[in-house]
């Protein structure tokens, strides 16, 4: 089951592109990682609120322009301050730039920064769920077909073009994060990824512990099972991605403590791992030449 296993990481958009953005997407590259992606927010947390934070597709945009093999993504973007036809537009010249080397990461969003930014009310869970429902088959369509006309109850689109459309075909892949029953179906149905944290109620603890972070883990790829015998699809066909720094254990302690965390989550089913770049005097801070010894060794050691 390890050999299975693909290890990414997510940069942060905390770097100007010219004082060290660049760099680490290129490192990203070097060291061999799957994929690089970043956070698709307006503003994250208290830690980042007052800090440097850029937009997620001028730098994956910029990315791709200064890497050649390496896949890039979103993890994830959400409805919060996104519509489906400009995101649609934006994603296919995306992945035109990067000759098809972009992953979207989508979810349902939140009640953070996002959810107030644009002056409206943050919306309750069912509505984020409501709205997440009608997003992603529409974006589904406006990145498949070549004119999509739609009237949704939170979406519209009116003749919109996707003229060429995307270089992956017959679209860009959506890795779809989700822990309810509905936004699971959703992974089912349009994922080719499904993305998770861990199971929120043992992160929310505060005192779970590893063995108990991988059960919960393991419980919800279960879910994600029987979501995709419900839409006839075999679970095999979607990829299983945990991003780390918000379940139990501390796998950038040392290449052996990732060792021992991938190997539990890669029974538990997850198929990729995303490890945080680390931010020093953040939730992310770690040693940063542990992190590229991990890049380097740990699947290594797994395999």
Request: one cysteine or more; glycine letters at 12%.
């Amino acid at each position: 089951m390890t050999s299975h296993l693909r290890l990414s990481t997510v940069i942060l958009p905390v770097h100007r592109w010219h004082d060290g953005g660049r760099e680490r997407w290129q490192r990203a590259e070097e060291l061999g990682f799957h994929t690089a992606y970043t956070y698709d927010h307006l503003s994250w947390r208290a830690t980042f609120r007052d800090g440097p934070w850029f937009g997620a597709l001028p730098t994956l945009t910029a990315a791709a322009a200064a890497t050649t093999r390496l896949r890039l993504g979103t993890l994830v973007t959400s409805p919060n301050f996104r519509h489906p036809v400009t995101l649609a537009k934006e994603l296919m010249s995306l992945d035109d730039i990067s000759d098809g080397r972009v992953t979207l990461g989508i979810g349902a969003g939140g009640n953070g920064f996002d959810a107030t930014a644009l002056g409206q009310e943050a919306w309750t869970p069912r509505e984020r769920a409501d709205r997440f429902g009608e997003f992603v088959p529409l974006l589904d369509r406006l990145l498949r077909d070549p004119v999509v006309s739609y009237d949704g109850t939170f979406y519209s689109a009116s003749e919109v073009r996707g003229i060429p459309g995307c270089v992956q075909r017959p679209r860009l892949p959506f890795a779809v994060a989700a822990t309810g029953p509905r936004g699971l179906l959703l992974a089912a149905r349009y994922g080719q990824a499904w993305v998770t944290t861990g199971d929120p109620r043992v992160n929310g603890t505060g005192t779970a512990t590893m063995a108990e972070g991988r059960q919960g883990v393991r419980d919800q790829v279960g879910r994600l099972g029987a979501a995709c015998a419900e839409t006839g699809r075999e679970p095999g066909e979607v990829e299983k991605v945990l991003l780390t720094g918000f379940t139990p254990g501390n796998p950038l302690d040392s290449v052996d403590a990732f060792v021992d965390f991938a190997a539990g989550y890669a029974e538990a089913g997850i198929t990729e791992i995303v490890l945080h770049w680390p931010i020093p005097d953040s939730q992310f801070a770690a040693d940063e030449k542990v992190f590229e010894r991990i890049a380097g060794e740990g699947l290594a050691q797994l395999g």
